[in-house]
């Protein structure tokens, strides 16, 4: 009876700290889709099936196309956004493949949500981060920096991927999206993807002629454990590469049940 009054107390200060988390996460999410609506505004920001977008503060130059196939309507999004979060030395880039009756509003949907989110998380895990920047070897500071990208792009697509299953103006049920996506920041490429979107690096040989790199790995039903979490990092020359093989895919969680009960 004499703990009872601290127990209402602690519940109280539960709850207090809840909402003070919640509001923060609100705060973060609409200063990350303000910057991404002034981006767009700058016009930094390409979403079109086509197009090109340049930077007035660097030599980046990106361009885009997307071409309809025979099977009707187009499922593809696509997104690229320059100084990405007004970083001048960071690109953001997005392919989203969807697939089944529902798919292309389900890679419209990842499409709108992945840029604002990531960039939120992506502050949020730096804070939390920057409380231990104590590193001895450049090595050590690549690898904190690729695990920063790893916890922000995991609860990035989580994230995602529940905000579709509870989505009430599509079915998500039995429709999906794969999706590549890419931050380069400065000299580093970090990589994550779901599905089978392939994303391949066009690098030059010392001969001069163009050699494809493939920077991702598929996720097909063939593959052993293809749904369960890995991740592996590859330092190359000036270029760390971390890749992310998250899961599956966006949504179809018909599909996801099938595989998991296997």
Request: proline share 2%; with cysteine.
């Amino acid at each position: 009876m004499v703990l009872f009054p601290y127990l209402l107390e602690g519940l109280a200060r539960t709850r207090s700290l809840k909402k003070m988390k919640n509001c923060h996460e609100d705060v973060a999410r609409k200063t990350a889709e303000a910057l991404e609506k002034e981006a767009k505004k700058n016009e930094l920001v390409l979403s079109s099936s086509s197009g090109i977008v340049m930077s007035d503060k660097s030599n980046n130059f990106s361009s885009v196309c997307s071409k309809r196939g025979q099977k009707g309507i187009n499922q593809d999004c696509l997104i690229i956004w320059e100084e990405f979060g007004c970083q001048e030395d960071m690109i953001f880039c997005g392919i989203f493949d969807g697939h089944g009756q529902w798919g292309h509003h389900v890679s419209k949907r990842v499409k709108e949500s992945m840029p604002a989110s990531l960039l939120c998380n992506w502050q949020e895990t730096l804070t939390l981060a920057s409380l231990n920047l104590d590193f001895e070897m450049e090595m050590d500071r690549n690898l904190h920096r690729f695990d920063i990208w790893k916890q922000s792009f995991l609860k990035t697509y989580a994230a995602i991927d529940q905000e579709l299953k509870h989505s009430s103006k599509m079915d998500s049920y039995r429709s999906g999206a794969t999706a590549s996506t890419i931050v380069k920041q400065g000299e580093h490429l970090i990589v994550a993807n779901v599905g089978d979107s392939r994303a391949v690096l066009a690098s030059i040989s010392e001969d001069g002629s163009l050699v494809p790199l493939q920077l991702t790995v598929d996720f097909k039903p063939n593959i052993p454990r293809w749904f369960s979490h890995s991740v592996s990092v590859s330092l190359t020359y000036k270029m760390c590469t971390l890749y992310l093989n998250i899961l599956g895919l966006f949504g179809d969680s018909l599909l996801l049940q099938r595989r998991q009960n296997e």
